[in-house]
């Protein structure tokens, strides 16, 4: 009578969402993700002072910068993760085909900051580098299509995909971004991995890459220099590695002491690329373990839910997303002690750079948003006790 | 699409013939089989992703001991001096046309010290403090005292020091070879010469790179080891350069100007013998790049070649020369220099009212605005502007300066008939004073097309004609009659038969349109000799103002002509240009022998 009299009492369906995300969403990733950015800052403040005396700008001016992306990625990544996958998927997908306009209309109006690659707009406050978008945009489609394929009658899934990844890596190789093009291929390849591949296959892809590899090598010679510097057994100390590597040796287990460093004034990417080099010298190896640690967590921990997730598309693009982001780590930590060739990699959540710090946030808060536990169908398991 | 086939059959069958729908089955059917399907893929997934997992921790771990074994190995760096690496950054003298030395390396040590090898760290603070006043030996003691391995105390240090340094007797100080750039000539040719500085640095050696002038636009070439150090000689002469530097600076001086510049080329092969901007700088010690003001009025701007000006009445030998070319006057044709000439809102006048008529020659060594803006009218804007064209007074210079490439000369954008007629007097066209000794040279050389250049060279250009032989013939004699009897009769320099044009103009204002009423460029455009030319002298002051008079005069015959005439006097002997003097008398003399 009361509710026909008053109407019924406006009622939500399920839990209220943010006590529902803080309840599912995985808190150990996303407090590690928040040191990672904390440290950041830290050796931001170490690193990048001697670039900024360069560009004749305040000392702290790209620390402040940094806190500032940082701010913003952290942000990204919180409403990111709050989504349904659903809505990362469409979002993802929407980002995707935007980021793909962006990236082919780089030759015409991208700018190359006397770099020699055309990666970058430029904005007038800042530059925006529309493949650090594309990645996770990409993992998402790449992963639909692969897990649509599963279906019975399903459209041919890897065919597109592979198709897509193609182009992908064909607009980076124009940049050419043959970094992140492997980035690419590797995400492409992890979730086909993931997916089902037969081993034979895989294979024959590891041949394919080390025969273009190898016509890469011929033919680049900017390819070729890095590749050669890599396999010459020593190291010429007046190369970017070689301050890299005396840089941890000089920090041995301790460091050299808050600012005492050296090498962030010889190396021009001492705040991007060879941040660890920094972080090894002024605070010794007892932090780059400890941050190696932060990445070693975040990706176990991401791949060990996505062993229970019952949705391929959820597995696919999760697995995607969480291998993308190990890989950077490891490619950059690699370089720094030269068990890989020299490639610009950035170090995620700790290097300097507006893009690659925001993207990373959405590729982490996509992440966390897939990683967040569900229901999986465990109580149907039981009730009908299905068989396998 | 590809059905898949009814699995069981039998209970389709039978369903049938109980007349039920059979799809129910059959969508239950697929349900189970997906469901099954993707147990499948699930269980094979786990598996792999356990794999990716496993082998992320092996590749960090791999990372994390390879950081762990180079934290816990000596540092390499820096090596003890005594190696003696050669230093490979060898980088190519830069030599005047007669070999001169202009810039050259400098074999010099830096000095850093390795505190842990240190023996008393009080005892080097305190003497390195002595040696180099500007160190602090508190600041050095406590920087000792830190936990570092490496430090730089000085990048460049002279032997003097060096040997005091080394007396200190610390092995913790350490000397590490450097070659630096050296211009033994100081300010000379500093523009041309531009400067270097330390590209990538190392404890044994550090990159030289060019950063301006001919330093830079040569770097490459410079640095090139395949070319054995062989010196890079350009077209300048040493002597020539000083000459006219201290010219220049005493004119500067002398008719109160803000700035100068001047070059002097060859008319047959294009080269610059000197060229000179001033106020200058000490290339050894390249002051950074203004934070305010104009950069033009920085001593790093080469008036010389990247200054635009309006350059005024010199423009009127081209207009002239263009009008004899094409037949449509000789040098005795009257003009009409009757004036005002009024064409719409804009009025031009001369100087001061020179009669109803003036012959070209006249127009010339009177210096007739109205009487050149009468003949650029019958050569038309089309006709104008193809020929400043082939003169390349529309395009940058090609001169071998890192600068020139980006200096375009200003034009307007709508090349009306009064636009031409300003043109034809060096007014709505703004070009450097290099453009105007590359276009004069072309002119009086007999008419061929030279463009300016630094590097030396033994031949004649012998570019495309611009004018006729008996043009540029005329030419040299109207230029010869301003000296004699025109504008610029304190240009004649008794022996070198000096021929030239003068052009005054007001200076633009700097902001806004308009133009001061009394600031002018003053400029002088000078050949000689003027019968058989061989050197084109362009001399141009910034302000000038020649105050020996009860009003300041600021026109080039007073201003920018003696300077351009005390500069000839100067340098035309360096040149080994013989003076010709008429000697009337010698006829007289009767030579007898015995």
Known sequence: MTEMVYGTLPQRDGEPILPRWWRTVDKTTMICVFILFGIGLLLGLAASPPLAERNDLDAFFYVRRQALFGALALVAMVLTSMMSPRLVRRLGVIGFLVALVAMALLPFFGTDFGKGAVRWYSLGFGSFQPSEFLKPGFIIVAAWLLAASQEINAPPGRGYSLAITMVVVGLLAIQPDFGQAVLILFAWGVMYFVSGASISLLLGLAGGTLVLGTVAYRTSEHFAKRIDGYLSGEIDPRTQLGYATNAIREGGFFGVGVGEGQVKWSLPDAHTDFIIAVAAEEYGLVLVLFIIALFVIITVRSLMRLMRERDPFIRLAGTGLACIFAIQALINTGVAVRLLPAKGMTLPFVSYGGSSLIAGGITVGMLLAFTRSRPQGEIGDILLRRRY | ????????????????????????????????????????????????????????????????????????????????????????????????????????????????????????????????????????????????????????????????????????????????????????????????????????????????????????????FLRDPARGGEPLRLSLDLSVQAAAERVLAGGMKLMNAKAAASVLMDVETGEVISMVSLPDFDPNNRPPPPRSGLPSDSPLFNRAVQGVYELGSTFKTLTIAQAIDEGLVTPDTMVDTTGPLRWGKFRIKDFKDYGPQLSVTDVVVKSSNLGTARIAQQIGAERQRAFLTRLGLLQPTTVELAEADSVKPLVPDNWSELSTMTIAYGHGIAVSPLHLAAAYASVVNGGTLVRPTLLKRDRAQKGPRVVSRETSLAMRSILRQVVVRGTARFGEVEGYRVGGKTGTADKPKERGGGYYEDKVISTFASVFPADNPRYVLIVTLDEPEETSGIKPRRTAGWTAVPVAAEMIRRVAPLLGLRPEIEMAEVDRVTLTSN
């Open chain 2, 1 to 220: 699409m590809i059905r898949t086939p009814l699995r069981p059959l039998a209970r389709i069958l039978s369903a049938r013939q109980r007349g039920e729908n059979p799809d129910a089955i059959e969508r239950e059917n697929i349900r189970l089989r997906h469901e099954q399907m993707r147990d499948a893929a699930r269980q094979r997934a786990e598996g792999r992703l356990l794999v990716l997992g496993a082998l992320f921790v092996v590749g960090f771990v791999t990372v994390g001991l390879r950081m762990a074994v180079l934290a816990a190995s000596e540092p390499t760096e820096p090596r003890a001096a005594a190696t003696g690496a050669a230093i490979l950054a060898q980088r190519a003298d830069i030599v005047d046309r007669n070999g001169r030395i202009l810039a050259t390396n400098l074999v010099t040590n830096s000095l850093y010290a390795q505190p842990p090898n240190m023996i008393d760290k009080e005892r080097a603070a305190r003497e390195l403090a002595r040696i180099f006043p500007d160190l602090d030996e508190k600041e050095l003691l406590e920087k000792f005292n830190s936990k570092r391995k490496f430090l730089w105390i000085r990048r460049k240090i002279s032997p003097e020091q060096q040997q005091q340094v080394h007396d200190i007797g610390d092995p913790g100080l350490l000397f590490g070879p450097r070659e630096m750039r050296l211009y033994p000539n100081g300010r000379l040719a500093a523009h041309v010469l531009g400067g270097a500085s330390f590209g990538r640095e190392g404890v044994n050696a550090a990159e030289i790179v060019g950063v301006a002038g001919v330093e830079k636009e040569f770097d490459d």
